[in-house]
């Protein structure tokens, strides 16, 4: 079976520091096989959305090997390199929904890639696959929210109504970040659920962070634990035991000095704090 | 020694300093500009603004004069209307190449392109050569071109216009959320796609309110170019300033103040319904 990510050494900085400014990942280890799940989790700040947007070629490393699908995305042309990224789907954790749009388009908005732009307007005017979306959303529990406005939703509504965009994507990856940190117990095994199944079915590859470990723990079969940028662990969950868990999550901020300097960005706007 | 430490804002200093700068450059601005307000109140001018106030009290309504208002006032929207259609269709897409929303090649490096920053660079300097010249100018040199008539004012405001539309429709994409329209790249819609799934829905009220705007200031605009015989209703006020018939000029001010207050309702009525 042919390997979806092949990372070897990958180091990656956050794209607004400058050159020889700590990284936000260190040489990272890591292959992950096509349809394989896997959950990612770690202390907040520890790189998990960074490592995400890197899978989803949103984010280029700094050193390393990166290889997805095969091949070096940041070898390709921009062209090739964003015809790629249709076959990948990354889900951000605050869901990228316009408020004043209808959730039947933003929904099928996941189509977009694969839609000439003549039918993309046309879709604004009618949509183009109510039915589609119809269905989608129903694995979410949403159906009869398909023609309201996205700002009428709740805060767990819209978090469901961005992660039904990734059953009518066609990619082979899902990349999900925080899918539940909207949702409540119920809700929450449903949506992890409903994203599982889906992936399971079209074979494609799912990396999902989460903070909620119990559900990684529960869900997942294999659990990578990321701690300041490294990766702690990546482990099959049977191997994956509490005193890991806690190291992982043990608080550093606690014995280590307070940083004398805050850190700010090079240039700061008059107004920038306001 | 924790409580000891001290937590300077960074940003502080700059405030200040750029404060400081700012009062400094408007100073000599304030004198330069010979902005005297207090003339307004001396007797004479006091005088004269009273004697011309009384012609106004009395606009002129007879049928022939009105009808030729109205027939003059259709010639100054058209004039607006036709010119900022004209703007659009020259803005949009300079829009869309301008604005560094929606860029594909600066995912994931946060760099642009060499060509593509050049092209950037030449559409924007395209644009502020359009407006740096005022649309007055514009409709001096056309009226030479075209010959009298409503041709140069519509040329005049589209070239201008162009140039404004196409700068503030790039800042209000650009100070929009992009998180919808980043994602949609993210996951490989086109630019156009994600143009119209996710940056449109986010600012489009936003884009709205300022084209009638843009297009009230086209209608008082024309007025302005009618003066250099650009037509329309300004060139008809010209003729009323010049015989001093003080309470001609008074119905067409009315005219433009009923468009301009036509234009807010407009804007209103599109806005309540987007938002």
């Not at chain 2, 869309?96 to 490096?109: A, D, H």
């Not at chain 2, 005022?134 to 004012?153: H, N, Y």
């Not at chain 2, 790039?170 to 993210?186: F, G, N, P, Q, T």
Request: proline share 5%.
């Amino acid at each position: 079976m042919a390997a979806t990510y092949r990372l070897d050494q990958l180091t990656v900085h956050h794209l607004a520091t400058k050159a020889g400014g700590a990284a936000a990942l260190h040489a990272l280890d890591l292959v992950i096989e096509q349809g394989e799940q896997l959950a990612l989790i770690g202390p907040s700040g520890a790189g998990k959305t960074t490592l995400l947007a890197t899978l989803a070629c949103a984010h280029q490393p700094t050193s390393g090997q990166f290889e997805l699908l095969g091949v070096d995305p940041w070898a390709l042309t921009q062209a090739e390199r964003h015809a790629l990224r249709s076959r990948l789907f990354l889900a951000p954790q605050t869901p990228p929904l316009p408020p004043r749009q209808r959730v039947v388009t933003t929904v099928l908005a996941a189509r977009l890639p694969r839609w000439s732009l003549w039918h993309a307007l046309s879709s604004l005017f009618k949509p183009a696959e109510p039915q589609a979306a119809f269905d989608a959303l129903s694995r979410f529990g949403l159906g009869d929210k398909l023609y309201a406005r996205v700002d009428r939703l709740s805060g767990g509504e819209r978090q469901r109504c961005g992660l039904a965009r990734v059953l009518l994507s066609n990619a082979e990856s899902f990349l999900v970040d925080e899918p539940l940190s909207a949702l409540d117990p119920t809700l929450s095994q449903l949506t992890l659920t409903a994203l599982q199944q889906e992936a399971a079915a079209r074979n494609a590859t799912l990396v999902c962070s989460l903070h909620q470990v119990d559900m990684a723990r529960a869900n997942f079969s294999r659990i990578v634990g990321l701690r300041a940028g490294r990766i702690v662990f990546d482990a099959p969950r049977e191997q994956v035991t509490d005193a890991m868990i806690a190291a992982l999550y043990l608080n550093e901020s606690m014995d280590a000095p307070m940083p004398a300097f805050h850190d700010s960005p090079a240039r700061l706007a008059v107004g920038a704090c306001l | 020694m924790a409580a000891a430490q001290r937590h300077p804002d960074p940003a502080f200093r700059q405030r200040i300093v750029t404060g400081i700068v700012c009062l400094l450059l408007l100073w000599p601005m304030l004198v330069y500009s010979e902005f005297k307000p207090w003339i307004l109140f001396d007797a004479q001018s006091l005088k004269s603004t009273g004697a011309f106030l009384a012609e106004f009290f009395t606009p002129a309504h007879d049928v022939e004069f009105l009808k030729m208002v109205l027939d003059q006032t259709w010639v100054t929207v058209a004039i607006a209307t036709c010119g900022l259609a004209l703007a659009m269709l020259g803005a949009i897409p300079a829009t869309l190449l301008v604005t560094e929303r929606l860029s594909i090649s600066m995912l994931g490096t946060n760099r642009m392109r060499l060509p593509a920053r050049a092209l950037r660079q030449v559409v924007r300097v395209i644009l502020i050569l359009l407006r740096s010249v005022p649309e007055l100018v514009w409709a001096l040199l056309f009226v030479r071109i075209v010959g009298l008539g409503p041709t140069a004012g519509v040329i005049a405001i589209a070239l201008t216009y162009c140039g404004m539309l196409g700068k503030v429709y790039a800042e209000i994409l650009e100070s929009s959320d992009a998180h919808a329209s980043d994602s949609l790249l993210v996951n490989g819609s086109s630019r156009l796609a994600a143009l119209l799934y996710g940056a449109l829905p986010e600012s489009a009220a936003e884009l709205i309110s300022y084209t009638v705007y843009r297009w009230e200031c086209a209608i008082r605009g024309s007025a302005v170019m009618g003066f250099v015989g650009a037509g329309g209703l300004g060139q008809r006020m010209d003729e009323s300033i010049k015989n001093m018939a003080g309470s001609e000029v008074s119905t067409m001010l009315i005219v433009f103040v009923l468009l301009v207050a036509l234009a807010d309702l407009v804007s209103t009525w599109l806005r309540k319904d987007l938002v």
